[in-house]
């Protein structure tokens, strides 16, 4: 039995500690890939460090910015291992695509072409891969950005979960756009552009011994359309963008709150959460702000720019639910609070890992 | 281990000498046991933990728990005012 | 949701807490027992909203909590088996044992499966004949009816490789327990609306007589635990110390008779060791000789598993409602959710993981606060 104090802690803090003992991890856990706590850990302690100054510097955002003559060009690339492969609202072909267009456009990209690589499990059907490459080129094409480039690779049976796609993105910044998440400011409006827990239920309501039958559907779509909207709006006022995938808006908001050194402070009765999303959660005793989403995001702009952003915003598709869920207030601690039903104040924290369901 | 969520019974049907029903809570549904509560009828709203139903939910009595909460002599409900929202200790 | 967001009405629960307000004359300190409500009120922010000589007690009320450590290790012994199944809850997963915990397990390997209910267990162990399936049965009485249904249909159907690790607490001894305790400071008890669902409310009407105290039987929604708390809080006023329900949608006095009826047949009750407080007498269920054929402990021999509970650990003084999360000195700098020391910072419920995630004594929030 042995613990590890954080460097800096004195022996008598040591000494009192309950003497439990810590479960050292030294395997990856689930929780690693949640796009909460453990993520980031995982980033910051082991993947990071090992890949040299450049990689180092700046903050962490949705893509990277490389600078060509005068060029901004935007590169992402993401992995897909969702399992249903299929679920109401889309398929992990789709999903491959808008996940790194969205990713182009949080950083103020339009999309200019998309590689897809697949590493595929022997013994796979192919009528089920002609069926997801299928959604993949339908969903480029409507999205209007073209796979141009690509790889597949065959592992044995039993060594891969029937498929793992990768998408990487090439993006061209809109001039106007300079979006990252050190640029919120005390005074920001926090917008959202849709529902909230619509992609973490349905993908969850599929899954065995959590099943239930429902009519949510999964909220994934390319949103760089919605992005060029806002953008030709208000230009570089909108701070930060973010789609908030893995771990849920609260992940997302804590990151940028500690990005940017700012807190922020939501209203829950305020948080767009559809009915059958609040009662799913319910049930499993989730919490829809630690839910993933595929087809929103949130948006922190200059406080003169919200009512005509939402509006327009509104006018769309993508975001006709658009709505305000908050603000950026002082400086002096960063992390995101909300006001409660009741009229209390809670603070809202990261996912830590996986997230499990709740019986109690 | 308390999570017990209220919800309506939609329809029912035995399987494994089981009384089981389908159960709607806000638009999600889920099969659920229905052996504890056997006068539930369709309709019924029932209060669910870990896939049974524990208790059949009383209807008059909860409409009857919001009501007195709303007659309470409220004058002073008005006047919300610093008083009762400057208690933020976190 | 309909009866869930009725009961989260605003400008009702402001109505409550002037009401509150106004009774309340003295200082009086309340327990709730159950951890959803301490859920509730910590994500809510209710006891915030209080008037300040009124103290919410966090009590025992988190099965994950008291599980004492052997019976975590017994699960890991199980769970660590190639021919096994093991699931459980998903609070469970975290919770530290003396050298692992289950998700740890899982990542070194070991078929460890998340479970909404024990008829999903017992569906994995029809549908996969040459495994074992083993179903840690934590709980309240809350829980103890669907356990029960597990293991009967297991026995009707015959089947040997389903079997349960039981962990069943009861209520009304804890809380006798702790109100036989000298450095008791509780003056009244929101009772568990969803054990009273299932047990009634006859077996707190003799508690309150003999210590004196009022017990509300209280439900879960923000609006419940006002109204239960303001009617602790008249009785405390008036002197009296009955037992009251607040929860009249769902429960009754002499609560579930079938459900009951279920719980007699397959569980008989016994001592049991809780995390922290110790052995209280006849406090826990075990199977009855009639189901004992699933008992995960005699299945797979790990009878022997003892372990002591460290006697420096304050879970227990938390769980007891002596002190709170802050007073911990690793509350928060060794002890996180993250990497939890002891089961209250493990499951959600806990009163230290309810009072970290909702923030409290972890950074200058006042100031700021006033400022927003």
Avoid at chain 1, 288 to 298: I, K, S, T
Avoid at chain 3, 222 to 227: F, I, N, R
Wanted: with cysteine; charged share 20%.
């Amino acid at each position: 039995m042995s613990l590890e104090a954080p460097p800096g802690t004195s022996a008598a803090l040591v000494a009192n500690a309950c003497p439990v003992p810590r479960v050292e991890s030294e395997r990856v856990l689930l929780g690693h890939g949640s796009g909460g706590q453990l993520s980031a850990e995982l980033l910051r302690e082991v993947i990071v460090p090992a890949l040299g100054k450049a990689a180092r510097s700046g903050a962490m955002e949705d893509g990277a910015v490389i600078h060509v003559d005068s060029h901004d060009l935007v590169m992402s690339t993401d992995s897909f291992v969702v399992n249903p492969r299929f679920f109401a609202g889309g398929d992990i072909g789709c999903l491959a695509v808008h996940g790194t267009v969205n990713d182009l456009a949080m950083m103020g990209a339009m999309p200019i072409a998309l590689t897809l690589a697949l590493v595929i499990e022997e013994g796979f059907p192919i009528e089920e891969l002609r069926t997801i490459c299928e959604s993949v080129g339908r969903a480029a094409t409507a999205a209007g950005v073209p796979v141009v480039t690509g790889d597949t690779k065959v592992v044995g049976r039993g060594d891969a979960d029937g498929i793992f796609i990768n998408t990487a993105g090439l993006g061209s910044r809109l001039p106007a756009a300079r979006p990252s998440a050190t640029r919120a400011t005390i005074g920001d409006v926090v917008l959202l552009s849709g529902p909230i827990g619509l992609h973490g239920t349905t993908v969850m309501s599929t899954r065995v011994g959590l099943g239930f039958e429902s009519d949510i559907a999964s909220d994934t779509q390319p949103l760089h359309r919605l992005v060029e909207l806002m953008v030709a709006i208000a230009g570089d006022a909108i701070h930060v963008m973010r789609d908030p995938t893995r771990g849920g808006l609260a992940s997302a908001l804590n990151e940028i709150a500690q990005t940017s050194g700012v807190q922020i402070c939501l209203d829950e009765d305020t948080i767009p959460v559809p009915p059958t999303v609040a009662a799913a959660c319910e049930i499993l005793g989730l919490d829809p702000l630690h839910v993933a989403n595929e087809g929103c995001l949130v948006a922190i702009v200059a406080p003169e720019f919200a009512g005509d952003l939402i509006a327009a915003m509104q006018q769309t598709p993508e975001g006709r639910e658009a709505c305000a869920i908050g603000h950026v207030t002082d400086a002096d601690a960063t992390r995101v609070v909300m006001s409660t039903l009741v009229g209390s104040r809670r603070i809202v924290d990261m996912l830590i890992g996986e997230q499990l369901p709740r019986i109690c | 281990m308390c999570l017990g969520i209220p919800g309506r019974v939609t329809s029912i049907a035995t399987a494994d000498g089981l009384r089981m029903g389908i159960v709607d809570f806000g638009g999600v549904r889920k099969d659920v046991c229905l052996s504890y509560v056997p006068e539930t009828e369709i309709g019924d709203y029932v209060v669910v933990h870990v896939g049974f139903a524990i208790s059949h939910l009383d209807e008059v009595e909860a409409l009857r728990t919001l009501e007195i909460i709303a007659t309470m002599p409220g004058a002073l409900a008005q006047e919300l005012g610093p008083a009762a929202d400057a208690r933020f200790a976190i | 949701m309909k009866y869930v967001d009725e009961y989260r009405d605003p400008i009702l629960a402001k109505q409550l807490i002037v009401e509150i307000n106004a009774a309340v004359t003295r200082p009086w300190s309340l327990m709730e027992v159950c951890g959803g409500q301490t859920h509730t009120i910590v994500r809510q922010g209710i006891d915030d909203l209080l008037p300040a000589g009124l103290r919410m007690v966090h009590g025992p009320g988190c099965p994950v909590c008291v599980t004492p450590l052997e019976l975590i290790d017994k699960a890991c012994a199980i769970a660590a088996r190639p021919d096994v199944i093991f699931t459980s809850y998903g609070d469970m997963l975290r919770v530290p044992g003396s050298h692992t915990d289950l998700l740890s397990l899982k990542a070194r390997g070991s078929d460890v499966r998340i479970v909404y209910s024990p008829m999903d267990a017992l569906r994995m162990a029809i549908e996969a004949p040459d495994r074992q399936v083993v179903f840690f049965a934590v709980g309240f009485e809350t829980t103890a009816p669907a356990n029960a249904m597990a293991v009967i249909q297991a026995k009707e159907l015959g089947l040997r490789n389903f079997s349960v690790l039981v962990s069943h607490v009861l209520v009304p001894p804890a809380m006798t327990a702790l109100l036989e305790d000298p450095e008791c400071g509780i003056d009244a008890f929101l009772a568990a609306g969803h054990v009273c669902t299932v047990m009634g409310w006859r077996e707190y009407e003799p508690i309150a007589e003999k210590y004196h105290v009022p017990i509300v039987v209280t439900g879960f929604e923000p609006l419940d635990l006002l109204e239960g708390i303001l009617m602790a809080v008249r009785q405390l006023e008036a002197g009296q110390a009955t037992v009251e329900n607040q929860y009249i949608r769902a429960v009754q006095r002499l609560g579930n008779a079938h459900a009951q009826e279920a719980i007699s047949r397959v569980f008989a009750v016994t001592d049991r060791t809780w995390r922290g407080v110790g052995s209280i007498p006849r406090s826990g269920l075990t199977l009855a000789a009639d189901y004992a054929q699933f008992d995960a402990t005699t299945r797979f021999d790990v009878g022997g598993i003892e372990t002591a509970e460290h006697p420096a650990c304050i879970a227990g003084d938390i769980l007891r409602g002596v002190k709170v999360p802050t007073d911990c000195t690793a509350y928060g700098t060794l002890c996180t959710p993250r990497l939890p020391l002891g089961a209250p910072m493990v499951s959600s419920e806990g009163t230290c993981a309810a009072f970290y995630n909702a923030g409290r004594g972890r950074q200058a929030v006042a100031a700021s606060t006033a400022r927003s």
